[in-house]
């Protein structure tokens, strides 16, 4: 027999300290919900805590943990049974990007990302919604990407492949818990201001897209907390930039995308700090531009004109994208 949930839930958000996370918890806060949230900085989480107790009245347990610790969901899992909480919706959001061609970076960077991104993600729903099913409640938000639509592509290579594990992993759990009141959704934003870029490293390609790419975290929320609500789904997709990219990645053969995909450089650059000592591939070289001269070999080069696209994103640098 099922049992009724407590007038006053409780949610777990993961990488709550910043970017999506954090507006997520802003979000639930307001919405009457009492708080667990962790991540790796405890002077941020802490932040967090005062300002939604402040302003909520929100109940808000800070619990650190690193989810590149293999052991660290069964921990946490520990330490929220050990306070006498329950978790009644859970946001899977702590995530980060790896930049750079696979073989130039070290082996244990990328296995902490799918550790983190990947196998804890999986974990925390392993422990948590069989509960929340025996209680007859329960909401699970995995934050996964619009990348996980887009075929693989040089530089950054684990990003698209653990996103799209997380939408297939989210639409199957959606269909086995939803009999058990139990609903499920995986969030795909496009890029979203927070600080996702800066610690990629690629903040500076990135300001050169358009300003109507870019969305706000709180829209991402929005729309994902009313789906998860509704049981719709599972999959969300914010704004109709990105909706209209989904579908037309969904039409158009994997080959034809890959091709254009290959001409961008924006994930190639890998960070110092991850850099793999020892013999690698040659980076690819960039194509030859065609000359259009004389038979002489003297091209001729029209000169360059510059635009205003992009001058709304450049005077947003301070911040940065989630999850694009």
Avoid at 49 to 73: K, N
Avoid at 74 to 83: C, P
Avoid at 212 to 227: C, E, I, K, Q, Y
Wanted: glycine share 8%; net charge positive.
């Amino acid at each position: 027999m099922t049992t009724p949930p407590t007038l006053r839930k409780t949610a777990l958000i993961t990488g709550a300290s910043a970017g999506i996370g954090r507006d997520y918890a802003r979000y639930l806060a307001a919405e009457g919900y009492d708080l667990i949230l962790t991540a790796r900085r405890k002077a941020r989480l802490e932040e967090v805590a005062s300002e939604l107790t402040s302003a909520f009245g929100t109940q808000v347990t800070v619990l650190t943990a690193d989810l590149t610790d293999p052991t660290a969901p069964a921990k946490l899992a520990a330490q929220i049974s050990k306070g006498g909480l329950q978790v009644d919706y859970l946001v899977n959001n702590a995530g980060y990007q790896v930049t750079g061609f696979f073989d130039r970076v070290r082996w244990d960077v990328q296995r902490d990302m799918m550790q983190v991104m990947m196998t804890a993600v999986a974990e925390l729903c392993h422990i948590f919604g069989p509960e929340m099913a025996a209680r007859g409640f329960g909401r699970i938000v995995n934050i996964a990407s619009v990348a996980a639509f887009v075929p693989g592509q040089a530089g950054g290579a684990l990003y698209p492949s653990v996103k799209a594990f997380v939408l297939r992993l989210s639409q199957s759990l959606a269909t086995e818990y939803h009999p058990a009141g139990v609903h499920v959704v995986a969030v795909c934003p496009g890029f979203t201001w927070s600080e996702f870029h800066d610690v990629a490293g690629n903040r500076a390609q990135m300001n050169k897209l358009p300003s109507f790419m870019w969305l706000d975290g709180p829209r991402v929320v929005s729309d994902a907390h009313n789906t998860v609500e509704a049981g719709r789904g599972p999959v969300v997709v914010s704004s109709w930039v990105y909706k209209v990219l989904v579908t037309l990645l969904q039409i158009i053969p994997d080959n034809w995308v890959g091709r254009l995909a290959a001409r961008g450089t924006r994930n190639a650059e890998v960070r110092a700090e991850d850099a793999r000592a020892g013999p690698v591939s040659p980076a690819p070289k960039k194509p030859a531009k065609k000359s259009s001269g004389k038979a002489s070999g003297t091209a001729k080069t029209p000169a360059r004109t510059t635009t205003k696209r992009g001058t709304k994103t450049a005077k947003r640098t301070g911040k940065q994208a989630d999850n694009g």
